[in-house]
């Protein structure tokens, strides 16, 4: 068994003395593992950084089997980030959660393609915010439940919708969450009106309207992983500094 495919470095831990665990989501046979020997060695350690993109050669004599991987950098996504704290901590994040929700070897080419794209959008301050929480509610969407900001819930109203309901993801107008507002989520007006920018503010509640779900029926209840959890409190130290 083998095949060939372009995979995202997700993680990668150390496997007796010379060789790695890499963990890779891949276009085209998702998140799948594969032994590399001499993976930990000095030459290629900066390969296997999360975020990077590789070429990948996987190869086993079962599929159930772990298997090896060779595999080519093509692009350094993580060492240009290491100046930008926020930048690198939504990448950690991103990565992490996609190795402890996705199913393994199940393909989800929509979720590769939308951290290409997350990928792309770091090196842009301007941008990265709103491509990032777009994909976080796109991993959602994957996993089988999309948020719905179209309407209010409750009347059906296109106007005034601030709120999001925890049970139902669907948006609430602020007239009909008015009774509800000490336990409803927040909606941040640039996930449903493209004209406006997301600042700080912005992102921090949009963090805790798609973490909430994501902890809910992505992770089954479990708590977000220490990587997402850094990435908010980033966003909190940016917002206490200006």
Known sequence: MEWTDRGIVLSARKHGETSLIVSLLTEHNGRHAGLVRGGAGRRSRGIFQPGNIVNAHWRARLAE????????LLEANSAPLLDSPLELAALQSATTLLEI??????KHQNIFKGLVVVLEALGDPQIWPTVYIKWELGLLKDLGFGLDFRCCAATGKTDDLIYVSPKTGR?????????YKDIVLSLPQFLIKPEIECNMPDLLD???LSGYFLQQHALGGAALPPARQRLVDRVRRQIKTK
Do not use: D, M, T
């Not at 089997?65 to 080519?72: D, F, K, Q, R």
């Open 206 to 208: 949009a963090l805790k």
């Open 171 to 179: 948006a609430v107008s602020r007239q009909a969450g008015a009774p």
């Open 65 to 72: 089997h772990l298997g090896n991987y060779s595999c080519e």
């Open 101 to 106: 929700s996705l199913p393994e070897r199940e």
